[in-house]
């Protein structure tokens, strides 16, 4: 399978081809690892920043501070409109792909944590020139081949409201946003297939204009057929958590096979205990290679103690809230709740997912990072490269291997690959 992925984590696709047992090639692959690039300068760099964390706080009130932040907004889309241009004008591929590598080293000196970890994994399946750092940037057309086209691409983009017209202007109204440039690429590189991934309040965000423009964007701009989208959830699909998520699936028009039907739910086997180090230690969660399902050997072990909680923290996640705000203290769940991305900020019980050690006096843990892994669906053998805290982060942030492969299974019964 000719592979591709935009806001690639750390590859819960290529982990369900590999535990499908789908021989695969990485045509390109693209993740910035949360490294901010800002294309603004000087004091509306600084002004910019302000606004948009403000932004991020629910604190941005004033109307002239929002003018304002649409105002440096579109700016830095121009320079950035400005910079694609440029590097589509450059001769090839590599030299296009050094010249962005530049920029970033030279306005960012973050590192990207997130490449770190997908080299390690998959360098065996991609040149590490085919991994881009900013889907801005990034020329599909140099992966176009009529003859030899993408099997399928993989990819979500945050979810952000667009014009009231958008559904007559079509990708002419997301221009700016970063689901523009996932479309962008799908036009560019017409795959056989994607897949897109994204919240599951998509199709009502606001008042379901969003989807709309959208779907639009997909079935007339792109020419693809769109499988209504649907909520999935990885404890539907063998993963003892609760992580709903929207999937969309689009097969190229042009190809006729079967529909795509959404795979059926399926009884859960696990709980979450089962999956941490004290019950299997490490080595002892993976797959069967005949059909991917997951093994997972009673044999007890120990996680780092690092990951306990100091009685100043234990104290704060076990507080059930204030006056105004109440959660639950519940630990030691059989179903995991929503592992998010910033867990090893270390919220609520009610929000984050907390385990007892000790029971008197008592004593609670974090997840590990090589349980939050699994939680996501990662056998033992997918190498952690990266500290504890980046690889929490990254588990937080990707998709769920099970149900990506419930998905795949799904699309190949169409034929769509066999055209």
């Known amino acids: 399978m000719k592979l591709a992925t935009v806001f690639s984590g750390i590859g819960a696709i290529e982990q369900a081809l590999i535990r499908l047992g789908i021989d695969y090639h990485i045509a390109f692959a693209c993740d910035n690892g949360d490294v901010e690039l800002n294309l603004l300068e000087g004091k509306e760099l600084e002004e910019y920043t302000s606004l948009k964390k403000l932004r991020s706080k629910k604190q941005l009130r004033n109307e002239n501070d929002i003018k304002r932040l649409e105002e440096l907004g579109k700016k830095e889309n121009d320079i950035a409109e400005s910079i694609r241009n440029d590097v589509k004008r450059m001769s090839g591929s590599k030299e296009k792909k050094e010249a962005i590598d530049k920029l970033y080293s030279r306005k960012s000196r973050q590192t990207n944590f997130v490449k770190k970890t997908y080299m390690a994994n998959y360098g065996n399946h991609i040149n590490e020139d085919d991994f881009h750092l900013d889907i801005r940037f990034l020329d599909g057309t140099d992966y176009y081949d009529k003859e030899n086209p993408i099997d399928l691409i993989v990819g979500?983009?945050?979810?952000?409201?667009?014009?009231?017209?958008?559904?007559?202007?079509?990708?002419?109204?997301?221009?700016?946003?970063?689901?523009?440039?996932f479309a962008r690429i799908i036009k560019e590189t017409q795959p056989k297939v994607f897949i897109y991934e994204n919240v599951r309040g998509l199709t009502t965000h606001d008042n379901g204009r969003t989807w709309k423009i959208m779907r639009n964007v997909f079935e007339k701009d792109l020419n693809y057929k769109i499988a209504e989208p649907q909520v999935l959830n990885a404890s539907d699909y063998g993963i003892p958590q609760t992580r709903r998520r929207l999937f969309v699936i689009g097969i190229r028009e042009d190809i006729e096979c079967e529909p795509f039907v959404y795979p059926e739910v399926s009884s859960l086997q696990y709980t979450m205990q089962d999956f941490l180090e004290d019950n299997c230690a490490y080595g002892h969660f993976n797959y069967d290679k005949k059909d991917g399902k997951l093994i997972v050997e009673k044999f007890?072990?120990?996680?780092?103690?690092?990951?306990?909680?100091?009685?100043?923290?234990?104290?704060?996640?076990?507080?059930?809230?204030?006056?105004?705000?109440?959660?639950?203290?519940?630990?030691?769940?059989?179903?995991?709740?929503?592992?998010?991305?910033?867990?090893?900020?270390?919220?609520?019980?009610?929000?984050?997912?907390?385990?007892?050690?000790?029971?008197?006096?008592?004593?609670?843990?974090?997840?590990?990072?090589?349980?939050?892994?699994?939680?996501?669906?990662?056998?033992?053998?997918?190498?952690?490269?990266?500290s504890s805290m980046q690889t929490l982060r990254q588990a937080g942030n990707s998709i769920v291997v099970d149900v990506m492969m419930s998905i795949v299974k799904q699309i190949v019964k169409t034929g769509v690959f066999n055209k």
Do not use: W
């Not at 979500?156 to 440039?181: I, K, M, W």
């Not at 690092?306 to 203290?329: D, E, P, R």
């Open 156 to 181: 979500g983009s945050p979810c952000q409201a667009f014009s009231d017209v958008g559904a007559q202007h079509g990708l002419n109204d997301t221009r700016g946003t970063l689901f523009y440039e």
């Open 300 to 386: 007890a072990g120990s996680p780092d103690k690092k990951f306990t909680l100091t009685s100043a923290v234990q104290k704060y996640v076990l507080a059930g809230g204030t006056s105004n705000y109440k959660t639950s203290t519940e630990t030691d769940l059989p179903i995991a709740r929503t592992l998010m991305k910033m867990m090893t900020q270390h919220h609520r019980a009610g929000v984050d997912n907390y385990i007892t050690v000790q029971k008197n006096p008592l004593v609670l843990r974090q997840l590990s990072d090589r349980e939050a892994l699994r939680l996501m669906g990662y056998p033992d053998t997918f190498k952690i490269a990266v």
